[in-house]
């Protein structure tokens, strides 16, 4: 019985992986996320269920539009699988039924900014403003994890901290280069994160980030695939940052002060 759980949570996650890639392709173009058929983007004809199904009909299909014979992005397969595979852990290790569901949407939530960052270079304002929701719901959930805050006033304090952090390294970096560097979707992500982990958590997360973001773009600038005016997407670098925060958090704090 066990194993036909944890298969169907899979299938759950791949499922909702699925709406995630219709949101990551709609969101930034500002389409509606609920109505209308999936349609290939390339030749525009609408995709048969049988064509639809989660990580099997890519595979089946041979990442390719059975009308035009196009190739598909791998993105689709890939969040589909992401997200069944977050789906399954979440599942094993925490036994609350609202945690899971808590954390699940979290997780969907975040897989849609990291792709549709990585791809256009922007958040969405809905998907900050869900993650700012999450947060203020938290609080009737029980303290599942250290990293989370539940003190109302530490979430607001957290949340107005992780958003005057990134406005200032913008404006910072605008008035030293007269160029604009990160976004104000990054400063609202960060906003949330305040909301959901406190203001103990941005400092932490943002260091992590600026490594994981160097490491990305260095050897890009030596090899010079990229230079200091290219684009960047730092979504991605947060949400990783966040993932490793919230595993390990305060394992990583307790090393920092020892």
């Known amino acids: 019985m066990i194993f036909l ?3 169907l949570i899979f299938l759950l996650g791949a499922c909702l992986g699925s709406f995630a890639n219709v949101c990551i392709y709609r969101l930034p173009k500002n389409k509606q996320i609920i109505s209308g058929r999936s349609s290939c983007p390339k030749c525009k004809k609408k995709i048969n269920w049988y064509d639809n199904l989660p990580l099997i009909s890519f595979i089946i299909l041979n990442r390719r539009c059975r009308n035009c014979k196009k190739t598909i992005s791998s993105r689709y397969f890939i969040v589909e699988l992401i997200t ?7 599942y094993l290790n925490f036994d609350n039924l609202y945690t899971i569901i808590f954390l699940s ?3 969907l939530i975040l897989i849609m900014i990291f792709f549709i960052d990585l791809e256009n270079f922007i958040i969405p304002d809905s ?3 869900a993650i700012m929701g999450l947060a203020i719901i938290k609080n009737f959930f029980p303290n599942f994890n250290t990293s989370l805050v539940h003190d109302i006033n530490q979430s607001i304090i957290g949340g107005i901290i992780g958003y005057l952090t990134i406005w200032l390294i913008i404006f910072l970096y605008k008035a030293i280069k007269k160029i604009d560097g990160m976004g104000l979707g990054d400063a609202k992500l960060m906003a949330g994160i305040g909301l959901l982990f406190g203001w103990q ?7 992590i980030s600026s490594i994981l973001g160097l490491v990305f773009v260095i050897p890009s600038l030596i090899k010079k695939q990229k230079n200091m005016r290219s684009e960047i997407p730092f979504g ?3 949400i990783i940052s966040l993932l490793i925060y919230f595993v390990i ?8 002060l020892v």
Not at 249 to 256: A, E, P, S
């Open 249 to 256: 958090g305060d394992f990583l704090y307790t090393l920092i």
């Open 201 to 207: 958590s941005i400092p932490l997360v943002l260091f």
């Open 236 to 238: 991605p670098f947060i």
């Open 5 to 7: 759980n944890l298969f």
């Open 105 to 107: 949407i979290l997780a």
């Open 127 to 129: 998907l900050n403003f």
């Open 84 to 90: 069944g595979i977050t789906f399954f852990i979440i």
